[in-house]
């Protein structure tokens, strides 16, 4: 099942109360890991997008000059991450010891010109490990 955005539809960027009301039980997960990705790269910018909101709503990325690191997308409960991960950051994410699930879900990950889209779904404090890493991989690849 996919999950759908919590903000489809909505014509203005969400505020982020509204963010935190959206996500429920994720909201300290969602903040706990712009602040440990932001850490990590340094000086990172946070930077809302709507694209086609009526399909897709809004989303957060967090962004090394204009290099996207990570998308954030909040939903009920739970949020989605997105990676455009180079080939390079495939082969390091590979040889990272990660999860099972983040395995299976990288090894099934659609290729585009500008790399694999990597897609995983943050439900409990659990899943933020693995996301942590490869985050740290994007930025060093």
């Given amino acids: 099942m996919d999950l759908a955005n919590a903000f489809i539809g909505r014509a203005n960027q969400p505020s982020h109360a509204e963010v935190i009301t959206a996500l429920g039980t994720a909201a300290p997960l969602w903040s706990e890991l712009i602040e440990e990705v932001s850490s990590d790269g340094g000086n990172l910018t946070q930077e809302w997008k709507g694209i086609v909101v009526n399909k897709y709503?809004?989303?957060?990325?967090?962004?090394?000059?204009?290099?996207?690191?990570?998308?954030?997308?909040?939903?009920?409960?739970?949020?989605?991450?997105?990676?455009t991960l180079s080939d390079k950051a495939v082969t390091a994410a590979k040889e990272a010891h990660l999860p099972k699930a983040v395995v299976e879900a990288l090894a099934t990950a659609p290729r585009y010109p500008e790399g694999t889209g990597l897609r995983l779904t943050v439900n409990r404090p659990a899943d933020l490990p693995a996301i942590r890493k490869i985050a740290r991989i994007k930025l060093a690849n």
């Fill in 57 to 83: 709503g809004w989303s957060l990325r967090l962004k090394q000059k204009s290099r996207n690191i990570i998308f954030m997308s909040p939903c009920h409960n739970c949020f989605k991450v997105a990676f």
